[in-house]
């Protein structure tokens, strides 16, 4: 990969900062929640942060160099949440660089894949409080994550539903299926979760 321009180095940049994503979600948080070794977060939770801060740099000079539309450049924000983000993004960023005509995406369905962190990152945080806790726990806790996912989850969900309507209509012209189809799986795997609720609890707290 040619370095010398924008364009590349935002590539390369959002390749590592993917890497330690991956590394926090699938790595680091499972250690500090699962088997009580927090450090893992405050070290790779702190690389995966600057290497962030390094990428949104780097996305404002691409911006600038390439004339990138709002659109895009929250697409390259966006990517950068999820684990794998990067990587799928990079695709579209290699054909730009190649010179090849540059993806539009339903905006629909960018937005609907991010709607579903809070409830997610809520339903976490509640294992996290059984593993921890020394005794019972009231149950309302869960209405936390319920809220939420009420509030944004269900609202993903539909996005995700336009996202697909508009892609098909659009001839080609649109993209992001996979974002679009993710935002209504994420939608099903709330109710899921509480199917198997009680065997997550069990899980957490090693009994």
Same mark, same amino acid.
Request: glycine share 0%; proline share 0%.
């Given at each position: 990969m040619n370095l010398r321009t924008a364009l590349a180095r935002f590539r390369l940049i959002g390749l590592i900062e993917g890497i330690s994503c991956i590394v926090l979600f699938f790595v680091a948080m499972p250690l500090k929640y699962l088997a009580d070794i927090p450090m893992a977060v405050t070290v790779v939770g702190g690389i995966h942060g600057g290497l962030f801060v390094l990428y949104l740099i780097a996305g404002v000079n691409v911006w600038v160099v #390439? %004339? +990138?539309g709002i659109g895009r450049v929250a697409l390259a924000v966006? =990517?950068?949440i999820p684990p794998f983000g990067t990587f799928i993004f990079d695709g579209s960023l290699k054909r730009e660089q190649e010179g090849g005509t540059i993806q539009r995406y339903s905006s629909w369905a960018i937005v609907s894949a991010p709607l579903h962190f809070p409830w997610i990152f809520c339903f976490i945080m509640v294992l +996290? =409080?059984?593993? %921890? =806790?020394s005794g019972p726990i009231a149950g309302e806790v869960w209405l936390a994550p319920l809220f939420l996912f009420v509030c944004t989850g269900l609202l993903g969900g539909l996005f995700g539903v336009l996202g697909l309507v508009s892609i098909q209509h659009s001839e080609g012209r649109l993209q992001g299926r996979w974002l679009a189809w993710t935002g209504v799986g994420l939608t099903v795997l709330f109710p899921v979760c509480g199917i198997f609720l009680g065997d997550l609890i069990r899980?957490? #707290?090693g009994r």
């Open positions: #390439q %004339k +990138w966006l =990517a950068a +996290w =409080a059984y593993k %921890k =806790a899980f957490v #707290q």
